[in-house]
């Protein structure tokens, strides 16, 4: 554990600055809380318009696994966190040799590799869906029949669904494995979902843990889509199980950081767990407008050492992810492709500077809507471009709205 680094303080000569890895969205909302909070804050993203890096004082455009980005940003900061899963195990155990990390890199390995995600859950004692490890021919005949249909998902690297093939029989397991090129893959039996919801906690180095209310997420083609957020969203004695359930899987991980869980609730009512992401989750985002503390100020609070206090959230919310099927051409120009899937098709059309941009001006006018755009210059299909939030006074307006929101959106009402 480092020790406490002070927003404001000056560290080895230098405004005390804290640093991330990975530039999307999630490490920009890092990045504005702890600008927010007074600290200056350092982006390791190979990308020139990454969203973080665009917003943080400092920027190094190098690969990950680049020795010299690498010591910059340990020279620029006095801890470093991670906005994405997939960052390199290797980067994060050298920054870890000189700087505070957290997340750690042992934790952040398991959350890497399906099949060391679901040892370590059956180890915490938390239900998972009945699955099988396929690394070899041999595992693949081994398949129980009871596991078919399934989803059968590479160990690493998926994300927003991909990497996941879904399969009715044996020949198309075959196939699918052959289709994902035969790279270790983990096959979990199709469950029937009445629901699924996440716990967002955060804990610290000397072990404190507070947690958020629990989301309950609806996904659409394996992306999240819409999260709702208020008491008897979830069955509360449910929402207890996954609590205790989330608090278990981070303290056997040792974790310190912002940690997500994201559950099943099965037909019959049980509680299975599918996966953790070790930093802020999209179904967190609804914190930022609805919440006393969002989980990026518990993201930053954990790596600066500070003190953590249970958040509240003080408003009922919903969130309405923003992909970029929403940037649409106008009616008018009928076969055009997409604004988004051409990105000079804005500067050809340089005369209407809204062009295929949804009519923010309309949602705004809607009470309680708070829109959150992440700064990418291209929306493409399923690309996540921004979310909306939706606070009021009660549960019943908040949907009303979120509803509303929708339709001048041309988001499938839920
Ligand atoms: P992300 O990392 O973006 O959350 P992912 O690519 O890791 O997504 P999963 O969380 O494994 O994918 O699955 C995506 C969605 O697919 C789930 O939220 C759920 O809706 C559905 N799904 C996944 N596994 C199962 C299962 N075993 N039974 C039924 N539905 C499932
Ligand atoms: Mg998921």
Same mark, same amino acid.
């Given at each position: 554990?480092?020790?406490?680094?002070?927003?404001?303080?000056?560290?080895?000569?230098?405004?005390?600055?804290?640093?991330?890895?990975?530039?999307?969205?999630?490490?920009?909302?890092?990045?504005?809380?702890?600008?927010?909070?007074?600290?200056?804050?350092?982006?390791?993203?190979?990308?020139?318009?990454?969203?973080?890096?665009?917003?943080?004082?400092?920027?190094?455009?190098?690969?990950?696994?680049?020795?010299?980005?690498?010591?910059?940003?340990?020279?620029?900061?006095?801890?470093?966190?991670?906005?994405?899963?997939?960052?390199?195990?290797?980067?994060?155990?050298?920054?870890?040799?000189?700087?505070?990390?957290?997340?750690?890199?042992?934790?952040?390995?398991?959350?890497?590799?399906?099949?060391?995600?679901?040892?370590?859950?059956?180890?915490?004692?938390?239900?998972?869906?009945?699955?099988?490890?396929?690394?070899?021919?041999?595992?693949?005949?081994?398949?129980?029949?009871?596991?078919?249909?399934?989803?059968?998902?590479?160990?690493?690297?998926?994300?927003?669904?991909?990497?996941?093939?879904?399969?009715?029989?044996?020949?198309?397991?075959?196939?699918?494995?052959?289709?994902?090129?035969?790279?270790?893959?983990?096959?979990? +039996?199709?469950?029937?979902?009445?629901?699924?919801? &996440?716990?967002?906690?955060? !804990? %610290?180095?000397? $072990?404190?843990?507070?947690? #958020?209310?629990?989301?309950?997420?609806?996904?659409?083609?394996?992306?999240?889509?819409?999260?709702?957020?208020?008491?008897?969203?979830?069955?509360?004695?449910?929402?207890?199980?996954?609590?205790?359930?989330?608090?278990?899987?981070?303290?056997?991980?040792?974790?310190?950081?912002?940690?997500?869980?994201?559950?099943?609730?099965?037909?019959?009512?049980?509680?299975?767990?599918?996966?953790?992401?070790?930093?802020?989750?999209?179904?967190?985002?609804?914190?930022?407008?609805?919440?006393?503390?969002?989980?990026?100020?518990?993201?930053?609070?954990?790596?600066?050492?500070?003190?953590?206090?249970?958040?509240?959230?003080?408003?009922?919310?919903?969130?309405?992810?923003?992909?970029?099927?929403?940037?649409?051409?106008?009616? +008018?120009?009928?076969?055009?492709?997409?604004?988004? &899937?051409?990105?000079?098709? !804005? %500067?050809?059309? $340089?005369?209407?500077?809204? #062009?295929?941009?949804?009519?923010?001006?309309?949602?705004?006018?809607?009470?309680?809507?708070?829109?959150?755009?992440?700064?990418?210059?291209?929306?493409?299909?399923?690309?996540?471009?921004?979310?909306?939030?939706?606070?009021?006074?009660?549960?019943?307006?908040?949907?009303?709205?979120?509803?509303?929101?929708?339709?001048?959106?041309?988001?499938?009402?839920?």
């Amino acid at each position: 554990m480092s020790g406490v680094i002070l927003p404001g303080s000056v560290v080895n000569g230098q405004p005390a600055t804290l640093g991330v890895m990975g530039g999307g969205q999630l490490g920009r909302m890092f990045v504005h809380a702890a600008q927010a909070m007074g600290y200056y804050t350092a982006v390791l993203d190979p990308d020139p318009a990454s969203p973080a890096g665009r917003v943080s004082h400092h920027h190094i455009q190098t690969d990950y696994l680049d020795e010299q980005g690498l010591a910059q940003l340990m020279q620029r900061c006095a801890a470093i966190t991670t906005e994405f899963e997939n960052v390199p195990a290797p980067a994060l155990l050298t920054l870890g040799a000189h700087r505070f990390v957290a997340p750690a890199s042992d934790a952040v390995a398991i959350a890497q590799d399906r099949a060391a995600e679901k040892a370590h859950f059956v180890k915490c004692g938390v239900p998972v869906a009945p699955h099988a490890v396929i690394e070899t021919e041999a595992q693949l005949a081994a398949v129980a029949d009871d596991l078919l249909p399934g989803i059968l998902k590479t160990a690493r690297l998926g994300y927003d669904g991909k990497g996941q093939v879904r399969v009715k029989t044996r020949a198309e397991l075959v196939t699918a494995w052959t289709e994902l090129k035969q790279v270790p893959c983990v096959l979990e +039996k199709m469950l029937p979902l009445k629901d699924e919801c &996440s716990v967002i906690v955060a !804990r %610290s180095g000397r $072990g404190e843990m507070v947690h #958020f209310p629990v989301q309950r997420n609806l996904h659409r083609d394996g992306i999240l889509a819409v999260t709702e957020v208020n008491p008897g969203v979830i069955d509360p004695l449910l929402a207890q199980q996954a609590v205790q359930a989330t608090k278990a899987i981070a303290e056997g991980l040792h974790y310190v950081g912002v940690l997500c869980v994201e559950f099943f609730v099965l037909e019959g009512g049980q509680l299975v767990v599918n996966e953790i992401a070790p930093r802020p989750h999209n179904s967190g985002h609804y914190t930022l407008d609805a919440c006393d503390q969002s989980q990026f100020d518990l993201q930053v609070r954990t790596l600066a050492g500070l003190p953590l206090t249970p958040p509240r959230q003080h408003s009922p919310a919903i969130m309405l992810n923003l992909l970029g099927d929403l940037w649409s051409e106008p009616v +008018k120009s009928g076969s055009e492709p997409k604004s988004g &899937s051409d990105p000079d098709l !804005r %500067s050809k059309l $340089g005369s209407d500077p809204n #062009f295929g941009t949804p009519r923010w001006d309309k949602v705004l006018a809607l009470p309680g809507t708070h829109l959150h755009l992440y700064g990418k210059l291209s929306a493409r299909q399923g690309r996540k471009m921004g979310h909306l939030n939706i606070t009021g006074a009660t549960p019943e307006a908040v949907r009303a709205t979120a509803l509303q929101a929708c339709a001048l959106l041309g988001i499938e009402p839920f």
